[in-house]
Every structure is written in C-alpha cells, then in structure tokens.
Nanobody, 112 residues
Framework: VQLQASGGGLEQPGGSLRLSCVAS????????AGWYRQAPGNQRELVAA???????MYADSVKGRFTISRDNAKNMLYLQMNDLRPEDTAVYYCNIVPNLPWGQGTLVTVSS
C-alpha cells in the first residue's frame, strides 16, 4: 500500500490549510488512521486519529483547531487545520494504526 499526503504549503499564522492523503487501496475503512508530523530535530508525533468506528482523538496541541476526517469510498484521509501557529510547522504524514511503511509527507510552514 502506498500513502501520499498533499495540501501543505506556506501559510500565515491564523490561517488554514486542508491536507489530503490518498491510499493506493482501501485501508481506512477497516483501520484506525492518523495524521503525524515531524518538525526539524523532533521525533514524529501523532496529532490526530480516527478509529474504524469514527471516534477521533487529538493531541492537546491541536485540539480545537484541527479536524480529522475520511472518505472510505475514495480511500482518502483529511486534516483540516485552522488557526495555524508557527509551532505547527512540520512535515505531515498519514498512516494507519499499526503503521505501514511511511509514504511521502507534505510540508506545512506557518510563518509571517
């Protein structure tokens, strides 16, 4: 299975971005899935996850600002990011839980 994230870019503080992740086959409907990020010099961290039954969880740092969702029919996972902050700057990746080999991430840079 290949995973590819997209939708990153340069955004000002307070702005919004929507990340998308496409899987090469149907994996999101039967597995928990999540968005992870890795900032320079830091370990990769889980920021948002959705279970197979639709329950969601968020890291405290993004709670109330980020929303994870998925479209099982399209094999897509999304992350709506609002009120972006400079500390959100990182490469963002998608994956299921337990993790498959990591695919291509997308860089999010929040800066004025």
């Amino acid at each position: 299975v290949q995973l590819q994230a997209s939708g990153g870019g340069l955004e000002q503080p307070g702005g919004s971005l929507r990340l998308s992740c496409v899987a090469s086959r149907s994996i999101f409907s039967n597995n928990a899935a999540g968005w992870y990020r890795q900032a320079p010099g830091n370990q990769r961290e889980l920021v948002a996850a959705v279970t197979s039954d639709g329950s969601t969880m968020y890291a405290d740092s993004v709670k109330g600002r980020f929303t994870i969702s998925r479209d099982n029919a399209k094999n897509m996972l999304y992350l709506q990011m609002n009120d972006l902050r400079p500390e959100d700057t990182a490469v963002y990746y998608c994956n299921i839980v337990p993790n498959l080999p990591w695919g291509q991430g997308t860089l999010v840079t929040v800066s004025s």
